[in-house]
């Protein structure tokens, strides 16, 4: 199987103008438009995992070995098709707010440090963002994922082409490793027992949903949020705003072994503006799928997005799903299950 070089080198063609475009592209001006109708529990798609023997799947072999999962975006991507409002605010709906869970891993001092636009950067460890492992097709996967505040103290984000194809089955052998550092796990392998995603992704694979949950096991009777802190997140927020993003790229010229982060302010997409993304200066390539966008500076900040797709083998742009209230109902669900 081919491994793409950049986060999405097998996802879209573009023209040799677009491409050039991409790297000058301005912050796009217009609004979402509102969406219409109110989100049920009917936008969310599940997924219970029973298989057994999942954390001793994930060798150290296997994990330098699985293929970044952005390629299974690329169907997605293709088809282009996407609802252009349901990922706007509702009528009226003001932004929503879930504060982070203990332990917290960043000072809050760092939040109002001025933010520098860096295309990656290497990072430490942090203790709450991961590698994420998982299988479609017999095939083994990689991609980033982070750690959230919720009720049930274990629930996970990622990208949506990361816990099902869009459309198509969801993964198996689904395992969240954190703070990963050259094959280490120094807080365990957390294994998957449900998988969410809007329905919107799983049943037409819209690029405008790119984003999953996972509700993950106890692991030694722990709950993961209390071995690893957990994340504030925001929803319906301003468009515009500044991130910091961080992620495992593992397509050249990177290797997925350590952390790395992008940020910058965030602009529309031009090419596909049906998908009603934002973009932050960023090269991070195949295997940093979703990982955690965080509002302002540092991993202490909320998060907002994750990173979802870029355009051809020289992406300077990373573009994550703008998180409405459809995503906010898969996050509630999950983080209540």
């Known amino acids: ?61 296997r994990m330098r070995n699985a ?61 709450h963002i991961g590698k994420v492992f998982f299988t479609l097709g017999g095939t083994n996967y990689v991609c980033s994922g982070n750690s959230v505040s919720s009720g049930n ?25 954190p703070a990963y550092l050259n094959g280490a796990a120094p807080y365990g392998k957390w294994t998957a027992k449900a998988l969410y995603a809007p329905t919107q992704w799983s049943s037409a694979g819209d690029m405008t949903y790119d984003t999953g949950f996972a509700v993950m096991s106890t692991l030694n009777g722990q709950y993961l949020t209390d071995v690893v802190g957990g994340s504030g997140l925001q929803f319906n927020a301003a468009r515009g705003l500044s991130y910091k993003s961080f992620g495992y790229p593992a397509a050249a010229p990177f290797n997925g072994e350590s952390l790395k982060s992008c940020s910058g302010t965030a602009t529309n997409d031009p090419y596909n503006p049906q998908f009603n993304t934002q973009g932050i200066p960023c090269n991070m390539t195949g295997g940093s ?49």
């Open 153 to 177: 103290k274990s629930t996970v984000t990622t990208a949506g082409h990361c816990v099902n194809e869009g459309p198509g089955a969801f993964a198996t052998k689904f395992t969240f490793v």
């Open 67 to 127: 293929v970044p999962g952005d390629v299974l975006a690329d169907k997605a991507m293709k088809r282009g098709k996407s609802s252009k409002s349901a990922a706007a605010p509702l009528e009226g709906a003001a932004p929503s707010t879930v504060e982070a869970a203990a332990p917290t891993q960043q000072s809050k001092a760092q939040q109002s440090q001025t933010l520098q636009t860096k295309a990656n950067a290497s990072e430490n460890p942090v203790p």
């Open 1 to 61: 199987m081919r491994t793409p070089k950049t986060l999405a080198t097998s996802l879209l063609t573009l023209s040799a103008a677009a491409l050039l475009a991409l790297s000058a592209a301005g912050p796009a001006t217009a609004s979402p438009a509102p969406a219409k109708a109110p989100v049920s529990a009917s936008d969310v798609t599940s997924h219970t995992v029973t298989e057994t023997g999942t954390a001793d799947y994930w060798t150290a072999e």
């Open 289 to 337: 799928s979703g990982g955690p966008w965080f509002i302002g500076t540092s991993a202490s900040g909320y998060q907002n997005s994750i990173n979802s797709y870029g355009y051809g083998s020289n992406s300077t742009t990373m573009y994550g799903p703008y998180w409405g209230s459809v995503i906010q109902q898969a996050y509630t669900t999950a983080a209540a299950s």
